[in-house]
């Protein structure tokens, strides 16, 4: 899949959809929650964005998040995290997806202590400024896309990907962690 020409936000959050959709009205921004759309689906309404900013919720990468919280969590087996990493592997590998350029989380005050320590963790180490914790899920949001932060782009997923695995809650980002 060739990345769209826009610059991506992924909201994530249990007030994801209320964040997308006070950004509905912008001109200069295509927001839609597809949060249970395909990659694919995501794909080709993302390569029809004619705003520079698109706007959704649907994380490439919400099956590997959930794996690793669920290991975490006791919830599941160190073969289902290896498993989801693998076929994102592969996925990115033949296209299939692409990380978007940021993700916003949204109150993650609020989060679950597991996926607080995903998303500001695990995901935030591969590339620090393209995770961006927000307060709220109202206009504010437009004030973001005024000032995202710049910083390099996110490593190629074969990059860091694999190393999720070896992540763990509250030694994530530390010096010598895994």
């Known amino acids: 899949m060739e990345a769209p020409a826009s610059t991506t936000l992924v909201v994530v959050g249990d007030e994801a959809t209320n964040a997308i959709h006070a950004l509905e009205r912008f001109a200069n921004v295509q927001a839609a929650s597809l949060h249970d759309a395909t990659d694919a689906e995501v794909a080709r309404w993302s390569a029809t964005a004619a705003a520079p900013y698109v706007v959704h919720d649907h994380d490439p990468l919400a099956h590997v998040a959930a794996a690793w919280v669920e290991f975490f969590d006791d919830q599941s087996t160190y073969g289902v995290l290896e498993l989801e990493i693998e076929r994102a ?90």
């Open 89 to 178: 592997l592969d996925a990115a590998v033949r296209h299939d997806f692409s990380v978007p350029d940021y993700y916003v989380v949204i109150h993650p005050e609020s989060l679950p202590v597991t996926w607080k320590h995903w998303w500001l963790g695990v995901l935030s180490s591969a590339s620090p400024s393209r995770v961006i914790p927000w307060p709220a899920a109202d206009d504010s949001l437009a004030g973001l896309l005024r000032h995202l932060p710049t910083a390099r782009a996110w490593p190629e997923v074969d990059a860091w990907l694999p190393k999720v695995r070896g992540a763990i809650p509250d030694r994530v980002g530390l010096p010598g962690a895994g």
